[in-house]
Nanobody, 126 residues
């Protein structure tokens, strides 16, 4: 079992940047597929970016070119660098993890992740 703790959210003006971090407990972090999801009020939870245990990366079209996901297995941490933020990026951002998938498989739906963090609020003002 793994516990996830997100940090780095906050209030930022449009065009600004934030870096989210997700720290994971345990000694097998490198075997986990990791994902960043977000959920805005009244909307479904959606995938923002994901990285497989082998380093394969996926981005939602809405964030391509603006967001970067990365992982540091030595620090048991996954990051989401968010640049050129827009008001439409306002949401609670969640980190997710699962170790059922192979090295190259990028899990893209919430149902493919077993473990979730508590979420961190990102608010982008216009």
């Amino acid at each position: 079992q793994v516990q996830l703790v997100e940090s780095g959210g906050g209030l930022v003006q449009a065009g600004g940047s934030l870096r989210l971090s997700c720290a994971a407990s345990g000694r097998t972090f490198s075997t986990y597929a990791m994902g960043w999801f977000r959920q805005a009020p009244g909307k479904e939870r959606e995938l923002v970016a994901a990285i497989s245990s082998g380093g394969t990366i996926y981005y939602a079209d809405s964030v391509k070119g603006r967001f970067t996901i990365s992982r540091d297995n030595a620090k048991n941490t996954v990051y989401l660098q968010m640049n050129s933020l827009k008001p439409a990026d306002t949401a609670v951002y969640y980190c997710a993890a699962d170790r059922r998938w192979g090295l190259g498989y990028v899990a893209q739906t919430p149902y493919e992740y077993e473990y979730w963090g508590q979420g961190t609020q990102v608010t982008v003002s216009s």
